[in-house]
């Protein structure tokens, strides 16, 4: 008792030290820097520091170190902290997988790697096999994945890699049966997806920058879309897409799932939503045709039915609802609701199984909802606890979908959903160094101020009292 005791006595004494020591920050340098806009003069004393490539950017950033870790350095139960963190941390972690073509895909980390790892299964029984591994492309791990697209039959893999970071993805190709990279390069892509239709993809890029040293802080202008088809060299890729009046809008092209339709999404800096168009693929007229033009509400492709495409949007909906889109009347007055907005948020929405998984948002957990593609509601799926989901990703004729779950006091944990039993199962659960069934967890309701009605989380060990003596963060 008397060394616990000493020993609170010490963490106060040493806490309470640090805290009364000035901290003394290095002053930056102020420079005599004014811009002009439409007239008016602004001061910009510190825009040498937005040159994140030069010494006086470098060495004011080694000072502002030397201060953060000079005081952290000298916390003394900091590294007893940082060892029991890394110590749960330190354990395998997986997306839940999905299928193209007739292979099963997943992300795997293996606890502190630097970037998880892509893995393939040949079957959902079948042993897994690293498929691409961004840790071995650097040497310090600075190389992440930036995006995937899979050819429809499975194929082919276009990935993208980020260096260091930045926006920027240089896109490469292989072939996913005998894991051979192919020379195809696709450089000077940013802010993109991947778009498989027939024998290619599309991706956005901008052109090459007039100086390459100076990509990282060159303004962005004039992206465009293009279309690349395997084997061939990017300076033969088609232009799909541009917009010379609008400089700084940014376009993504996404094909839907029977290769019917390709859907343009367009955004415009500084709006909160977004403009959509669509065009037939494979009909006689492709050109572009609006669903809608403003950039007031957001407007996400879902995917596409018999009857038509089908969109998430908050138009007229601050909550979201789902809407199908005839391609022959595709703008606002002939949208037909497939679900219309509820009191509670739509958080996502997907098209597999042949049904419609949406997920919403209620007194602050997730509630998954299955309905048929005509918005009738079949079953709710049952959870395994409070908490956020994320997943339901798939194809229209999958029999089953995989979803993670996780709570307050379980890591994310995969489930495995059969649309014909209407059941989950357990798929995959992470091995860790804690013990989640020593804890509960209570949702309680509060009044604030105004009479709304406040949901509230209560996480402790069980069997504790709860007097309102427990210290609580």
Same mark, same amino acid.
Do not use: C
């Given at each position: &008792? ?87 941390? #330190? ?82 190709? &292989? ?126 492709? *879902? ?15 601050? #909550? ?26 739509? &958080? ?12 919403? &948002? ?16 079949? #079953? ?15 194809? #229209? ?46 949702? *309680? ?29």
């Amino acid at each position: &008792m008397k060394k616990t005791g000493y020993l609170v006595f010490i963490l106060s004494w040493t806490a309470a030290s640090l805290w009364a020591q000035p901290l003394e920050y290095p002053k930056p340098q102020k420079l005599d820097h004014v811009d002009s806009y439409f007239g008016t003069p602004v001061a910009d004393p510190y825009r040498w520091m937005e040159s994140d490539t030069s010494k006086s950017v470098a060495a004011w950033v080694e000072a502002e170190n030397k201060v953060t870790f000079g005081y952290l350095g000298k916390i003394p139960f900091r590294e007893h902290i940082k060892e029991r963190l890394t110590k749960i941390w #330190n354990y395998p972690k997986y997306t839940p997988p999905f299928r193209e073509g007739e292979n099963y895909y997943f992300y795997k980390n293996d606890g502190l790697q630097n970037q998880s790892v892509l893995y393939i299964r040949h079957g959902l029984e079948a042993a897994p096999e690293i498929l691409l591994d961004p840790n071995n492309l650097s040497a310090d791990g600075t190389i992440a994945l930036g995006g995937l697209g899979f050819s429809k039959d499975g194929k082919y893999l276009a990935y993208g890699i980020s260096r260091s970071g930045s926006d920027w993805r240089e896109i490469y190709l &292989m072939e996913v049966g005998s894991k051979r990279q192919l020379p195809d390069k696709i450089k000077w892509a940013k802010f993109t997806g991947i778009s498989w239709f027939q024998n290619g993809f599309y991706y956005s890029r901008y052109d090459a920058p007039a100086d390459t040293t100076k990509a990282l802080t060159a303004k962005n202008e004039y992206q465009k879309v293009y279309y690349h088809e395997v084997g061939r060299e990017q300076g033969s890729d088609r232009l799909v897409y541009e917009d010379q009046a609008h400089p700084l809008r940014t376009f993504g092209l996404s094909v839907t799932e029977d290769e019917r339709y390709g859907v343009l999404t367009i955004d415009q800096g500084g709006s909160k939503g977004n403009a959509v168009y669509f065009r037939e693929m494979k009909g006689k007229d492709t050109s572009f045709r609006p669903v809608i033009e403003t950039f007031d509400d957001n407007v996400s492709l *879902v995917g596409v039915i018999d009857r038509g495409i089908v969109f998430r949007t908050d138009r007229k909906a601050p #909550n979201g609802r789902v809407i199908l889109v005839d391609p022959s009347a595709p703008t606002e007055p002939d949208w037909k609701d497939i679900l219309p907005e509820k009191k509670d948020a739509l &958080m996502s929405a997907s098209l597999v199984g042949g049904r419609l998984v949406a997920t919403y &948002m209620k007194d602050v957990s997730h509630h998954v909802y299955v309905y048929d593609t005509g918005g009738r509601l079949e #079953n709710e799926i049952t959870l395994p606890a409070l908490g956020a989901v994320m997943g339901f990703a798939g194809k #229209n004729d999958d029999r089953v979908v995989f979803y993670s779950a996780t709570s307050f006091t379980f890591p994310s944990t995969i489930y495995q959903y059969d649309f014909r039993t209407k059941e989950s199962k357990l798929y995959q659960k992470p091995s860790i160094d804690f013990d989640p069934d020593t804890y509960e967890t209570r949702q *309680v309701f509060y009044q604030s101020k105004d009479g709304t009605r406040i949901p509230m989380f209560i996480v402790h060990k069980k069997g504790l009292v709860l007097d309102g003596k427990n210290p609580a963060l």
